[in-house]
DNA sequence: CACAACTCTTAACATTTTTTTACCTGCTCT
DNA sequence: AGAGCAGGTAAAAAAATGTTAAGAGTTGTG
């Protein structure tokens, strides 16, 4: 979660700024500007870990940036070996691995890795020119590749892409039931006895987050963390009215609320 | 589901100069990419099963990776006996053969495969050198051969070319139906009841796009990237405005979306 | 080549929804 | 009783979305 100063965010990309990467040296033209806030992973347990491996340190600060600032943990490394050694010690859940690096071509980086982890995804930086067959093809192994100069952009899309496909899981497991009510976490639906319950975005996120964390004291500040994010700083009866519009939306008696425990002097827990 | 495929867009995007970012010199992305969308079966009423019988599991994992990121069902077997087996009793629509395999070599399963279920559709893959006449040839009755190594790209081609030989029924299967609309994906084409419903290109490819991706929520960076594609950053609001021109024709009434549902602060949603 | 029809994109404004803040009441504990 | 906290309510503020229209580019046609 870097620069998410929602506030002052301005009203289309088209228009925004936001520090890039030049995808090289040579070409500074593409701006990439990645600082609308979009589907990124809300108040998520855990969080998703991307592994870069590249020589040039412009470019890693680059894509941490904005790695981080769509809610992924990054880690890095800047040649072939010590790359392939935190892929297998560090357990990311993709690589964006570059081809030309010192010690070990990222050609070879991919095939021993996928040699010895074949689940975990990885997606090519391949300068014009290269052959994109062996890259992607079987030999290899590689999920995807992204040609140089590519815009970051595309690059996260292709991420994001990847990571759908590896792991659709994400799409249809994450139900929860507790009482008579659903809670479908990535389809953002609640049902009740089948029928929908609407929720704003934030309760939504607010929900999730009591539901990942059953049983568990949650004090204001903390929610405000996972679900507002760390560069805001509301008032934190701001959490107070948003449990009070969920409760409303949730409780068979908000009066008495059996899911959406408070815990005075503390915070709120939930209890299935 | 890129829009170059489905526009008549004859001329490079490179002159696309509105937004002041340049095209890039990147717009050499007219090369297809075997890992884009393309033209596969979206929403069809039962996917395409494909059988893989082939010994290495790298190679399994990799070809069941893009198989089924193309929308084709995946099933496998890893030795010759087996993949008979399954061959008979799972009715794929397709099977691809390793010749080089333990316990039953490809050629014999080709053959026995043939010799109960001569309209089953047979790709072998072959080690350069190996004797590609007798595989193709009336002999054994394969369809198609890809020598190794081969791109992901090729065997894809392939496995599509033989299936349209085979089945030219698939056209008509890429119908996909709502209420009283029926899109044909493949002729680009929207009925209601029949009458045909005009949409523009971008329309089309966006309506085909949520068809592919049901009861998901897409926000609207997602559906740039997959309608518009990576070359082109056009306002966010775009978006809006073709989802309200698509709800204009398709909705019975677009002031209260049936299909096309809005998912406030996240993006949109497509329902059959 | 001019002209009309069409598509795409952007902008401006209207409307709706969400989020935040402010103010007030009641409760608990010392 | 008074301090501190929980929670209700309403309204202001902000953001997102809907709507409409205008400009630029394309395509097709005479």
Redesign the pocket.
């Known amino acids: 979660m870097k620069s998410k100063l929602?506030?002052?965010?301005p009203?289309?990309r088209?228009?925004d700024s936001r520090s890039g990467i030049p995808a090289t040296a040579t070409s500074g033209a593409e701006q990439p500007r990645w600082n609308e806030?979009r589907d990124t992973q809300v108040g998520a347990d855990k969080k998703i870990r991307i592994l870069i491996v590249e020589d040039e340190p412009a470019m890693v600060a680059g894509l941490r940036d904005n790695f981080e600032f769509e809610g992924y943990e990054v880690i890095s490394a800047d040649d072939g070996v010590s790359g392939l050694e935190r892929a297998l010690a560090d357990h990311p859940d993709l690589v964006v691995l570059d081809v030309m690096m010192p010690r070990m071509s990222g050609l070879d980086v991919c095939k021993q890795l996928k040699a010895k982890r074949p689940s975990v995804p990885i997606i090519m930086l391949t300068a014009r020119g290269q052959e994109i067959d062996k890259v992607v093809g079987l030999e290899l192994g590689a999920d995807d590749y992204v040609t140089k100069p590519f815009s970051i952009r595309e690059l996260m899309a292709r991420v994001k892409a990847v990571l759908r496909r590896v792991s659709p899981h994400a799409n249809e497991l994450e139900v929860y039931r507790f009482s008579d009510v659903e809670v479908n976490i990535r389809q953002n639906e609640v049902l009740r006895d089948g029928a929908p319950i609407?929720?704003?975005?934030?309760?939504f996120?607010l929900l999730a987050y009591f539901i990942s964390h059953p049983a568990e004291t949650l004090s204001?500040d903390r929610l405000l963390d996972a679900v507002?994010g760390y560069e805001?700083?509301?008032?934190?009866?701001?959490v107070?009215?948003?449990?009070?519009?969920l409760?409303?939306k949730l409780e068979l008696n908000?009066?008495e609320?059996r899911f959406i425990?408070?815990?005075?002097?503390?915070?709120?827990k939930f209890v299935g």
Chains 1, 2 share one sequence.
Not at 198 to 203: A, D, I, R, Y
Not at 240 to 245: A, K, R, S
């Open positions: 929602s506030q002052a965010r009203k289309d088209a228009n806030r609407e929720l704003s975005s934030k309760e996120a204001r507002w805001n700083y509301p008032n934190t009866r701001t107070d009215t948003h449990i009070v519009h409760r409303q908000p009066e609320p425990l408070t815990v005075h002097g503390s915070g709120y």
